[in-house]
């Protein structure tokens, strides 16, 4: 199973349950057939921003200052958007761009808190703007 999978697996078990260990959360990705190792799963919990709440994992939650850590989005040149986030965001809001399957989209390189989404051409450019704060909004 590739690395972007994994990661949304984990981002809906973590959205759905309450789990507090990364050994229960382990379990949970195997019985849903999704192998990990520990060190994976530590990895994917850093690069998604997951942090532990009320001894649960949780995704940080940005105060009402932006919609799942999506802060901004400016178009570069004719194909390039790129898109701020909140510190250690970028991995999880990449995993729901690239999930919506946006046929403006060609790909997205997500950073700590930057992610480059390349498009189709300049009219998808445009397009793809649109549709990706509609799906953050």
Known sequence: MVKRERQKKLLNLIRAKRIGT???LRAHLERAGVPATQSSLSRDLEELGVVKHHGS???PHANG???RG??????AGDVL??????????????????DAAIPEIVGTLAGED?????ARDQKSQ???????WELFG
């Open 22 to 24: 990364q050994e229960a």
């Open 57 to 59: 994992y949780a995704l």
């Open 65 to 67: 200052d932006s919609a």
């Open 70 to 75: 999506l802060l901004s989005l400016d178009i």
């Open 81 to 98: 958007i790129v898109a701020k986030c909140l510190p250690g965001r970028a991995s999880a809001v990449a995993v729901e761009i690239d």
């Open 114 to 118: 930057t992610i480059f989404i390349a």
């Open 126 to 132: 445009r397009g793809a703007t649109k549709k990706i």
